[in-house]
DNA sequence: CTAATTCCCTGGAAGC
DNA sequence: TGCTTCCAGGGAATTA
């Protein structure tokens, strides 16, 4: 599924391919996605002037407002000739002229909406924690959540109002990396644990992000590989199998509705 | 306020 | 081979 570094891929993708151009048309095959797409009727003869990023929403600025698009689960966004035959999951797409960015999203967890106030005022986006890969996000920062809370660290990493675009592979792989265990009260991990914590986030979406840049130029081509196809993964998806570092057999469990893979030799 | 639970949806894997 | 069942997962909405 798109996690940050894959969304970030997908937004210097396509800002070269659309900033500048005028929607030609706005198709809608399915508009039951997450939530209804609205109206987009006014957006044929606007310009695109912006294509940014607030965790994982796309920000596709006009001067009317701005697009949101979230890719949820299984979206990804390819922009190719508008008369490709569109697949039965292709859902929606702006036309520009000859081509079109088209969304495709089989389990329809994703998001098209439509935003005429600044972005940054909008509902889903207003509340949003610091985004990881800034310096709005670091061990103070991370340690004064932590103290007020005692919830397993692993799902104080996937609250939206702390820390934005850690899903559940990066929060795994961070904790491991880390060597602490996800189901750890938050308030009881010490300041310089979390330090770790937050360095070894960082490191690893920042990782994902410089190689989902090396699959770039197929852009138009294919879905973008995720990073984390290409990034190697220590515990996620790794249960029952030897650890990298100690050999000890991984464990998961449930954490918040969450599978969550840990070592139990390296992470306390 | 924090925390826990429910719900949306379908492809793919596993079981029969 | 074909059918059925189960699971994953982001994150908003709802409930406690």
């Known amino acids: 599924m798109p996690e940050l570094p894959e969304v970030e891929t997908t937004r210097r993708g396509i800002a070269p391919l659309i900033e500048?151009?005028?929607v030609s048309a706005v198709i809608v095959r399915q508009p039951r996605l997450r939530w209804d797409i609205p109206s987009l009727d006014h957006l044929p003869g606007e310009s695109v002037r912006t294509v940014s990023r607030r965790a994982k929403y796309l920000l596709i600025g006009f001067d009317s407002g701005t697009l949101i698009i979230h890719l949820g689960m299984s979206g990804s966004l390819r922009f190719l000739p508008a008369d490709s035959p569109p697949d039965r999951h292709d859902h929606f797409e702006l036309q520009f002229g000859r081509h079109a960015l088209r969304l495709r999203d089989p389990r329809r967890f994703g998001a098209v909406l439509w935003s005429a106030e600044p972005p940054t005022?909008?509902?889903l986006i207003r509340a949003l924690?610091?985004?990881?890969?800034?310096?709005?996000f670091h061990a103070d920062y991370l340690y004064q959540q932590a103290r007020r809370r005692r919830l397993p660290i692993k799902q104080l990493l996937m609250n939206n109002g702390v820390v934005v675009g850690v899903g559940n592979i990066y929060a795994t792989e961070s904790l491991f990396q880390a060597g602490i265990h996800p189901a750890r009260a938050c308030n009881r991990i010490s300041r310089a644990r979390l330090e770790s914590l937050v360095e070894n986030i960082k490191e690893i979406l920042a990782r994902a992000i410089q190689q989902g840049g090396t699959t770039l130029r197929d852009f138009q081509h294919e879905d973008g590989k995720p990073g984390y196809f290409q990034q190697q993964l220590h515990v996620y998806g790794r249960v029952g199998e030897p650890c990298s570092t100690c050999g000890t057999t991984i464990k998961a469990k449930q954490?918040?509705?969450?599978?969550?893979?840990w070592c139990p030799q390296c992470q306390r």
Do not use: N
């Not at 924690?129 to 709005?136: M, V």
């Open 20 to 22: 500048g151009k005028a």
């Open 129 to 136: 924690g610091p985004e990881p890969l800034s310096q709005d």
């Open 121 to 123: 005022e909008h509902k």
């Open 255 to 261: 954490i918040g509705q969450r599978t969550s893979a």
